[in-house]
């Protein structure tokens, strides 16, 4: 053995660890600088991807369906005739309704996927390429762009905004995703075809196939479901009412939705062949609310608020569909009669206002004329302005009398003038002169010196509770208790004698007067009908007997029988005509017994000038009475005759007695003018055999001299007088002239829309 070989260990042993790790380093350190960087970076965009992952996660579960943008929602709310079918006018902030989609033609569908996602029955409401496409370009500066799906498109329309922003896409396509789970591909295209802009102010699908074809969705071909898909792009752009550069764009655009549908194996190459560009409606002006239309919607819109409370919101984005009880027949009846006797297009007449309400017993308002224009004034001649009521008011004063003691055989003075201390003397119309006279005499001739004693004698309180309880509002600017009350100093609107004369009518049964039938929302969330159920405030007797002497005024020698007659009005009817003071309004208002009742009230400028300044005679039996049976004579049409009813007969005074006493006011008299004096006095007074009848029976009530207060109703005596003579008037003697009534005019208790000044003092009524 060798020295060597004994050698425990050399140097070169000890650095081979050395050398191995060297070499390993050495190894290390020639691996390529781009595969490191490569690691690293699929290491970075790995954990960037874990993170994005969470942080989408994160952000789809929190984000949450918002509720709709403000305009989202908002329908047109449409109303219709009594038919419930025909269009009358629209509440239209918004042009939009809402259909189900099975009411949608299939080709109309496929149009719309052609045009805009035609891979929307696949994709899960957003598309990938779509989103990717859309932000590079907006993270590159270029034009911001939207590639969406049919639902994403949806998601902006009714949810967000129209910001092309980062953040609004991804909010988009989170909601869009949530959306595509929670509704069916029907539903989703269903929304989406709702509240699409189509151009000219239509919202969805329904309102644009009105616009353009004028036809309801359902009735929609290809082609012009090709032209809607197309329109949508960019309205203002395609519509081809914009000119030839707008008709070739639309051109263009149906090609392409067309030969779409085609490729998507929705339309034969036969059928695609075969299309055309469908005939399109020209722009039209809106013409919702104009003509006298337009005061039936103002009325409909009053009633909507006044009655059922809903606001303006409410009206004009709730998607109500509004039936109201105007019949279309009977409406263009009003309209033509209206327009017949005051011609829109003569000068002279401009200034002429007139109103007419035509109502069923039920309360139903069938008709309403409240001017030729509402665009160029909303002032409604029939719900807003109020003249005075004239002789109208006859008809409560009866009711009151007849309710009070009286009948119609009961006999009044009408000598003219009639005299009240402090006013003016009262007259009967041209100053003509009468007898005694019963009332049904009273009311042909509208006889206002025999009211006035009427008046008088019952109590002028009873003629305003009268008509109180027939309609007429008790807030009524005038509404008073002054003698004079029963020539109708009040100012009343057209509507409300309608309804009050309805009632006289209706066997003495007031209903409530209403113009909406039944009302609902698309959205299914308000419902309301109108009740028409009626209050018996006037004994059916006593309603009779008023409807039996109205009908004397219908017939020879009444106010209104020449003009009825010159129409050929022929059907048994009653009514009453009403002329002011200076002729500031004419009125006529009358029935066919529980059938239909209709006011005519007519005014010129302001309801302060005269009706005589327009060169045409209009009493109240003249133009109104006209109007009145022209409009009767079409509304009537083929409906059955409705009959006078028998008389009431109720019973009462009678030739020279009084009624029964009854509990009255008394007032505060001069000793000069007392109405009751001791039977010498009223010898010395009085020449006629019938004074001294009338006053004999009155004189166990008579007051003494140094007292002023007077029973207005004394009792009745057992015994009837021969009737007194109706050639000769008897002179009107200072002791029969009434008490003093209050000369301070009323005030106006509230009342609103008066277009008639309510004067000082007493108007002198004309028929």
Do not use: C
């Amino acid at each position: 053995m060798s020295e060597s070989d004994n050698h425990p260990e050399t140097p070169h042993d000890e650095a081979s660890p050395r050398r191995a790790r060297r070499a390993a380093a050495t190894r290390r350190k020639g691996r390529p600088l781009w595969a490191k960087v490569a690691l690293r970076t699929m290491l970075g965009f790995f954990v960037l991807g874990l993170i994005g992952f969470i942080a989408l996660v994160v952000i789809y579960l929190r984000t949450e369906i918002p509720k709709p943008n403000a305009d989202a929602d908002k329908q047109v709310s449409i109303i219709y005739y009594s038919d419930g079918k025909t269009e009358l006018d629209r509440f239209s902030s918004v042009n939009r309704e809402d259909v189900q989609i099975n009411r949608v033609p299939k080709d109309v569908q496929h149009a719309f996927l052609a045009a805009e996602d035609r891979n929307f029955y696949d994709n899960r409401g957003v598309s990938v390429s779509g989103i990717v496409r859309a932000l590079w370009t907006n993270l590159t500066g270029g034009q911001q762009q939207g590639g969406s799906t049919i639902t994403q498109q949806y998601v902006k329309n009714y949810f967000l905004t129209q910001d092309k922003t980062v953040s609004r896409k991804l909010n988009e396509v989170m909601i869009s995703i949530k959306l595509d789970q929670k509704y069916t591909k029907d539903e989703i295209l269903q929304r989406y075809l709702n509240n699409i802009y189509f151009g000219r102010n239509s919202y969805g699908i329904q309102a644009a196939s009105k616009t353009y074809f004028n036809k309801d969705v359902s009735q929609l071909n290809a082609s012009e479901g090709a032209f809607l898909a197309s329109v949508i792009n960019a309205p203002s752009l395609f519509d081809p009412a914009g000119g030839k550069a707008a008709a070739e764009r639309m051109n263009n655009r149906m090609i392409y939705v067309l030969d779409g549908m085609v490729t998507e194996g929705w339309m034969s190459p036969q059928v695609r062949a075969q299309q055309k560009m469908p005939v399109v409606q020209p722009v039209k002006a809106p013409t919702y609310g104009s003509g006298p239309t337009g005061y039936l919607t103002q009325t409909v819109r009053n009633e909507l608020k006044n009655k059922l409370k809903l606001s303006d919101t409410d009206i004009a984005r709730g998607g109500l569909r509004i039936t109201t009880t105007i019949d279309v027949k009977k409406q263009r009846a009003a309209e033509k009669a209206v327009q017949k006797a005051i011609p829109a297009d003569v000068p002279s007449l401009k200034d002429l206002h007139a109103g007419l309400v035509a109502q069923k017993p039920d309360g139903s308002i069938v008709a309403l004329y409240g001017g030729s224009d509402y665009r160029k004034s909303q002032w409604n001649a029939a719900t807003y302005a109020a003249p005075q009521a004239g002789s109208t008011f006859k008809v409560f004063g009866t009711v009151a009398a007849l309710e009070n003691g009286y009948s119609l055989n009961s006999r009044f003075s009408g000598a003219s003038p009639f005299r009240l201390p402090g006013t003016k003397p009262l007259r009967n119309d041209g100053g003509e002169q009468f007898g005694y006279i019963n009332m049904s005499t009273m009311m042909q001739h509208s006889v206002n010196t025999s009211f006035l004693r009427l008046n008088q004698q019952m109590g002028p309180v009873k003629t305003r509770e009268a008509a109180i309880k027939a309609g007429i509002p008790a807030g009524s600017a005038g509404m008073n208790d002054n003698v004079t009350n029963i020539l109708g100093e009040a100012s009343v609107h057209v509507s409300d004698v309608a309804n009050a004369f309805s009632t006289v009518s209706s066997e003495g049964k007031k209903a409530d007067q209403h113009i909406i039938a039944k009302v609902s929302s698309v959205a299914g969330s308000f419902s309301y009908t109108a009740k028409t159920g009626t209050t018996q405030v006037i004994d059916k007797k006593v309603s009779a007997d008023v409807v039996n002497s109205m009908a004397t005024v219908t017939q020879p020698g009444g106010t209104a029988y020449r003009a009825l007659s010159r129409a050929d009005f022929t059907r048994p009817s009653a009514g009453k005509t009403g002329t002011t003071d200076g002729y500031k309004a004419a009125w006529y208002a009358g029935f066919t017994p529980n059938q239909l009742t209709t006011a005519v009230g007519m005014y010129a400028g302001d309801g302060t000038k005269s009706l005589a300044a327009e060169g045409a005679s209009f009493y109240g039996g003249e133009v109104p009475a006209t109007i009145w049976a022209d409009f009767m004579n079409a509304a009537l049409e083929g409906e059955p005759v409705a009959k006078i009813p028998e008389p009431g007969r109720v019973k009462g005074g009678s030739v020279g007695q009084v009624p029964p006493p009854v509990r009255q006011t008394t007032q505060n008299t001069p000793r000069a003018t007392s109405t009751t004096t001791s039977s010498s006095t009223t010898s010395s007074t009085t020449s006629s055999s019938t004074t001294s009848s009338t006053t004999s029976s009155t004189s166990s009530s008579s007051t003494s001299s140094s007292s002023s207060s007077t029973t207005t109703a004394p009792p009745s005596s057992t015994t009837t007088p021969p009737a007194p003579s109706t050639t000769t008037a008897p002179p009107p003697p200072a002791s029969t002239q009434p008490p003093a009534p209050s000369t301070q005019a009323p005030a106006a208790n509230g009342a609103t829309g008066t277009a008639a000044a309510v004067p000082t003092g007493a108007a002198t009524a004309r028929p």
